[in-house]
């Protein structure tokens, strides 16, 4: 157990080990296709840094690249989580979801305690991951369940990193427009546009 009467090295060490082990555990439960290392905009690095808005919107087009650099951001995000000039605030929790098995999971005819069960989990999460949030058809159920979500994160300051080929201010009707207001604010100074050709052609995207 780290107390703060260890040394600077031991402490080093300790940091060391951690990072390593959550690095291992998030490489371990990313896809095979985005556990290539990629270069990330600027806008992304500053954001992991701290520089950017609460959370992160990723936009372009179809195919260029949006989710790969979603994954890569989450490790850079991790690797920071456990820096060295952070306090010790206990492990990291990322979840990642694709929206449509996000949308599924929400849906009123599952299991009302696990239903629950994730909503709590992705409301106290460190960090979570939507990707390709635009794509689902959504009923008003699920969008009320998505502004449980968002809303407690918002009032939380605990960021969310959403990939999506359109804007925030255009997920209302994905969303519902309570939540696309939120994520709006959320990611005021972080949104990246992503260009490029498809990648899928010849890469991940």
Same mark, same amino acid.
């Given at each position: 157990m *780290? &107390?703060?009467?260890?040394?600077p090295?031991?402490?080093?060490?300790?940091?060391?080990?951690?990072? *390593?082990?959550?690095?291992?555990?998030? *490489?371990?439960? /990313?896809?095979?296709?985005?556990?290539?290392?990629?270069? @990330?905009?600027?806008?992304?690095?500053d954001?992991?840094?701290?520089?950017?808005?609460? &959370?992160?919107?990723?936009? !372009? *087009?179809?195919?260029v690249?949006?989710?790969? /650099?979603?994954w +890569?951001?989450?490790?850079?995000?991790?690797?920071?989580?456990?820096?060295?000039?952070?306090p010790?605030n206990?492990?990291? /929790?990322?979840?990642t979801?694709?929206?449509?098995?996000l949308?599924?999971?929400?849906?009123?005819? !599952?299991?009302?305690? @696990?239903?629950?069960?994730?909503i709590?989990?992705?409301?106290?999460?460190d960090?979570v991951?939507v990707?390709?949030?635009?794509?689902?058809?959504?009923?008003?159920? /699920?969008?009320?369940?998505?502004? +449980?979500?968002?809303? +407690?994160?918002?009032?939380?300051?605990?960021p969310?990193?959403?990939?999506?080929? @359109?804007?925030p201010?255009?997920?209302?009707?994905v969303?519902?427009?309570?939540?696309a207001?939120r994520?709006?604010?959320?990611c005021?100074?972080?949104? @990246?546009?992503?260009?490029? +050709?498809?990648?899928r052609r !010849?890469?991940?995207?």
């Amino acid at each position: 157990m *780290h &107390s703060d009467s260890d040394g600077p090295d031991l402490r080093k060490e300790w940091l060391q080990q951690r990072t *390593h082990g959550a690095l291992s555990r998030f *490489h371990d439960t /990313t896809p095979l296709i985005y556990r290539k290392r990629i270069d @990330v905009p600027k806008e992304v690095i500053d954001w992991v840094a701290g520089w950017g808005s609460s &959370s992160l919107f990723l936009t !372009g *087009h179809i195919g260029v690249g949006k989710t790969h /650099t979603a994954w +890569e951001t989450c490790r850079l995000w991790l690797k920071a989580f456990y820096g060295p000039e952070r306090p010790w605030n206990g492990a990291a /929790t990322i979840y990642t979801y694709r929206s449509t098995a996000l949308f599924d999971a929400l849906r009123p005819d !599952g299991p009302d305690e @696990v239903r629950r069960t994730l909503i709590k989990t992705l409301q106290d999460a460190d960090l979570v991951f939507v990707d390709d949030l635009a794509a689902p058809k959504v009923t008003e159920w /699920t969008q009320e369940r998505l502004f +449980e979500i968002f809303d +407690e994160r918002y009032i939380n300051q605990r960021p969310v990193i959403i990939t999506s080929d @359109v804007l925030p201010a255009d997920l209302g009707p994905v969303t519902g427009p309570r939540v696309a207001s939120r994520l709006g604010e959320m990611c005021r100074d972080s949104v @990246v546009l992503l260009e490029g +050709e498809d990648r899928r052609r !010849g890469e991940a995207a």
